[in-house]
């Protein structure tokens, strides 16, 4: 398996992977995946990297801005999906590793994901990594007409934004 930067030819198995974590209704408030256009809006332009497995995608991770405000330009949030029949098998671990080296060399001090309770896995790939939980946004939003709870989670850098 090897991580490589994401590009519009990745796109459709993408989101493919995309429109199966909306499925499980434990992965994000989106009911509908985006268009390569929109998604591309969506998210930084750097730091977006998929993984390939016998030039499969089977897993990708993006940023997406926290806010348009100058002062906030080095903190992101996280967007991470791994193909079903991948998980638990390293792929998360591959692009978090590789998304932190690189959102440091492009000065972001400070990553956040915001992930459903339920979502044990995705909770402890993160704490491996060093992020914490800041707190829980209770009853934030909702899918499917039920109030959903929200684990905010962060990870400062030790080597920018001192």
């Not at 915001?114 to 009853?139: C, D, M, T, W, Y």
């Not at 939003?141 to 990870?155: A, H, I, K, P, T």
Request: net charge neutral; with cysteine; aromatic share 12%.
């Amino acid at each position: 398996m090897e991580v490589v930067p994401l590009t519009s030819k990745h796109y459709p198995a993408v989101k493919a992977i995309f429109e199966a974590g909306i499925a499980t209704k434990n992965a994000t408030f989106t009911t509908e995946a985006p268009n390569w256009n929109e998604w591309d809006a969506q998210h930084l332009s750097i730091c977006r990297f998929v993984v390939l497995d016998a030039k499969e995608v089977v897993g990708w991770v993006a940023l997406m801005p926290f806010s348009n405000v100058p002062a906030y330009k080095g903190v992101a949030e996280i967007s991470i999906y791994i193909a079903e029949s991948y998980r638990n098998k390293g792929v998360g671990k591959k692009l978090l590793e590789t998304l932190i080296h690189e959102a440091e060399s492009n000065f972001i001090w400070m990553l956040q994901a915001k992930i459903f309770p339920e979502n044990k896995a995705s909770i402890a790939l993160h704490k491996h990594f060093g992020f914490r939980v800041v707190g829980v946004f209770e009853q934030i939003g909702q899918l499917d007409n039920n109030w959903r709870d929200v684990v905010l989670m962060e990870r400062r850098s030790q080597l920018v934004g001192l």
